[in-house]
């Protein structure tokens, strides 16, 4: 994650466990959520590719309208 923090010039990079300890004990979908309510987030980063086969994250990313990015290793 520290290449992509150095490297970014467009987009400010958080750790969510920076924004509030709790977000990294919850589910996906509760997580996308959260950003959402924050506010102040556009998307979320995330190595985990699973989280596009799980029907109630897209749901949820759809209906928040978030940017979902999952690099390619």
Do not use: Y
Request: hydrophobic content about 50%; overall charge negative; glycine content about 6%.
């Amino acid at each position: 994650m520290a290449a992509f923090r150095d490297s970014s010039v467009e987009a400010d990079l958080e750790f969510i466990g920076d924004i509030d300890p709790r977000l990294c004990k919850i589910d996906d979908w509760q997580l996308i959520l959260s950003i959402h309510r924050i506010g102040r987030f556009a998307g979320l980063i995330t190595n985990d590719a699973g989280i596009l086969a799980l029907p109630r994250e897209l749901c949820v990313l759809h209906q928040t309208r978030l940017s979902l990015v999952v690099p390619d290793a």
